[in-house]
């Protein structure tokens, strides 16, 4: 007959052999369960560091061609603004001559010239030449003083030699930027300002400016109706580096997946005609670049954008 307390003895035994072998695969999933979440983590830094490859490769190659095309461009753009002014000053003199003649027509012709050229006036339709030759020629000058502009845009998208340093407080050059563009921004955005203390940085004041106003007016762009603006600043730290952080969030209509690795291409937008050249952000990129940062942007359609800019300490 078999002794009841070896039957409890190897109960016992095997309820601690199970009980152990249980733990002993809790603990096996946990660990490849966080196996997993390391490799996904990792596969998704990969993804965003090939991202990054592939816009830095694409905005070297881009940057090249803009400087030759800039470099062809500046010459024909340079001498047309410069014969047009001649021009303006011709017509002027023509203008005055003109005005002159008919002044004093009756006294240097006889009646058939004074018909004639009056006549001859109304035949070319002088009076509305006059009247449209001038804000014409302003408006040349205006369209070629934008393609100067554009041209010098792409000289900044491309150009990475040095520049001269400034120590500056980017809280400081954030309210700057924003007087400038108030006029446009109160009107359609709410701006909340969360601006830590932090330290000041060397930069460059006015291309950190241009930056900062490309991402505003772009905020203002992407709200239709009444929006909010969220300007927050702190320091992180990121791969064992230290960096100041600037994070620009609107709530407006958001950037579409499918376009997401083109908006800083030079020309990209997606703004209608005669709002903007599709610059502004392939600039603010290279910028950022030059200063040893650099940009992300998340975004969801119908909720809105965050850019984040991160400068190097």
């Known amino acids: 007959m078999n ?12 309820r601690k052999a199970r009980l152990l072998a249980e733990h002993l695969l809790d603990e096996k999933t946990r660990s490849l369960y966080d196996n997993f979440l390391k490799l996904e983590s990792t596969v998704n830094e990969l993804k ?11 905005m070297a190659s881009i940057g090249q061609l803009a400087a030759g095309v800039a470099h062809e461009i500046n010459n024909p753009i340079g001498y047309s603004i410069s014969n047009l002014t001649m021009l ?22 006889s009646p058939e010239i004074a018909n004639a050229y009056q006549k001859l006036r109304q035949q070319e339709d002088i009076d509305y030449i006059n009247s449209d030759i001038k804000p014409m020629l302003a408006e040349t000058d205006k369209g070629l003083n934008r393609v100067k502009d554009i041209v010098s ?74 929006g909010v603006l969220d300007i927050t600043t702190a320091v992180k730290q990121e791969e064992g580096k230290q960096y100041l952080t600037i994070e620009i969030s609107d709530n407006g209509k958001g950037i579409p997946q499918s376009i997401m690795n083109k908006i ?3 020309f990209f937008t997606t703004k209608a005609v005669g709002v903007g050249t599709g610059l502004g952000l392939s600039i603010s990129f290279g910028i950022i670049k030059k200063h ?12 809105g954008t965050t850019f984040t800019i991160y400068l190097p300490c």
């Open 3 to 14: 002794n009841p307390d070896s039957y409890k003895v190897a109960y016992e035994r095997e």
């Open 48 to 58: 965003t560091t090939q991202q990054q490859l592939i816009q830095s490769e694409k």
């Open 88 to 109: 303006s000053e011709y017509v002027d003199s023509l203008l005055l001559l003109d005005d002159f003649m008919l002044t004093h027509m009756s006294a240097i012709a």
């Open 153 to 226: 845009n792409l000289n900044k998208v491309s150009h990475s030699g040095g520049f001269e340093k400034e120590l500056c407080d980017i809280n400081s050059l954030i309210e700057e930027s924003l007087k400038v563009v108030w006029n446009e921004l109160k009107y359609c955005l709410t701006v909340n300002k969360n601006l830590t203390e932090l330290p000041k940085i060397y930069c460059h004041p006015g291309e950190m400016n241009q930056v900062l106003l490309n991402m505003f007016i772009n905020a203002a762009h992407a709200t239709k109706e009444k």
């Open 264 to 266: 800083f291409d030079p």
């Open 292 to 303: 040893k940062g650099k940009i992300t942007v998340t975004s969801e359609e119908n909720k």
